[in-house]
Every structure is written in C-alpha cells, then in structure tokens.
C-alpha cells in the first residue's frame, strides 16, 4: 500500500496548482460531499474504474450502503415529507415574534432563530448590505404555502426571503416529532 506522502506527491503531480488551491482542495471537496450527500457521491464514484481500484474501496462501499439503507424509510409512513424553511428578518423582535407565531398557529415545528447575519443583496437597482437574523424553520411540506402567507402578512419587508429545502433524510424520532407538532 503506498504511503501517505507517495499519494501526495502523486496528487502534487496531478494537480500542479499553486500551495495555496491544494490546501483549500480539501474544503471544497468537503462542500461537494455536505451538498451533494457522501452516499449518494460515493455511490456514482464507485462506478468509474479508478474508484474502484482503490484499495479501501470496498470498505467505504459496505459502509456507505448501509448507511444509505438505514436513511431509507425515514420518510417512512410514521412520517410526512418535512422541509427547512430560510426566512431572514431585520432583527431579534421581529424574528422571535414570526418565530412565535409559527410555532403557535402549528405551521412550524421548530424555528431557530440565528443572529448576525449579513446580508448584500440588490434593491431598487442599488447594492445594500444591512444587518440581518436569520430563521430556521422546520416543517410539513403541506404547510409550505400556508407558512408563506403568513409570513408575508406578518413580515415588515415588501418582498421577504422564504426558501425551502427538502429534509431527505434525518432522526426517524425527530421528523416524528415534526409531524406530531405540525397541523395536518
């Protein structure tokens, strides 16, 4: 098995890019894995001939199936489809009263509410950059619309940031618990 320096200096070899993109290579393939879901990633990989003959190929491929597997069925019938809703407000008043709305009205199971943002953005074709809190908000899928027009009605910004992103896997005992603290 070649040691830790001969596949540096084989990668140095390959990618003969400057100290400073080697030492962030390793970053980015880690955004890659976050965004793109390491099972699923190393799933395509192994596929290619390289992959699979590297030498610890076939224990990350019993691993990572396993894990696959057991994230399977968490939106099982215990459980509905469940979301991560973004919503970003001027400031703390303003975030914990939407917050608690939310969760009162049951269009929310949870809202996180995550201090000292900054946002740039565009408005009215001037650049702006204002401080920012930023909710995060756990919820049914069903309740995606509902949610949006209430914090459209109780939001003090003309046009508020709601975004979604689905939940594709999580704790069985917590996507439960989404459903079980969320209307139907």
């Known amino acids: 098995m070649a040691s830790t320096s001969t596949l540096f200096c084989?990668?140095?070899a390959i990618l003969p890019f400057s100290s400073t993109l080697r030492r962030r290579l390793p970053l980015v393939g880690a955004i890659c894995v976050l965004g793109l879901g390491l099972p699923n990633?190393?799933?395509a990989a192994c596929r290619t001939r390289f992959a699979q003959s590297l030498?610890?190929?076939?224990?990350?491929?019993?691993?990572?199936?396993?894990q696959a597997k057991a994230m399977e069925g968490t939106q099982g019938s215990s459980t509905v489809p469940?979301?991560?809703v973004y919503v970003t407000?001027?400031?703390?008043?303003?975030?914990?009263k939407l917050a608690e709305s939310l969760v009162r009205e049951k269009l929310a199971a949870c809202v996180n509410i995550v201090p000292g943002i900054l946002s740039i953005y565009q408005w009215?074709?001037?650049?702006q950059t204002d401080s920012e809190e930023l909710l995060i908000i756990?919820?049914?899928?069903?309740l995606?619309?509902?949610l949006t027009e209430h914090v459209k009605t109780n939001h003090p910004y003309d046009v508020p940031e709601v975004i979604a992103l689905p939940i594709n896997a999580g704790s069985l005992n917590y996507l439960e618990w989404i459903k079980n603290s969320t209307k139907d």
Do not use: D, H, W, Y
């Open 124 to 127: 009215e074709g001037e650049v």
């Open 55 to 66: 030498p610890f190929a076939p224990l990350l491929r019993s691993k990572f199936r396993s």
């Open 41 to 43: 990633l190393f799933s």
């Open 10 to 12: 084989r990668a140095k």
């Open 138 to 142: 756990k919820t049914r899928q069903s």
């Open 89 to 96: 407000v001027p400031n703390k008043e303003v975030g914990k």
């Open 82 to 84: 469940s979301i991560v």
């Open 144 to 146: 995606f619309e509902a």
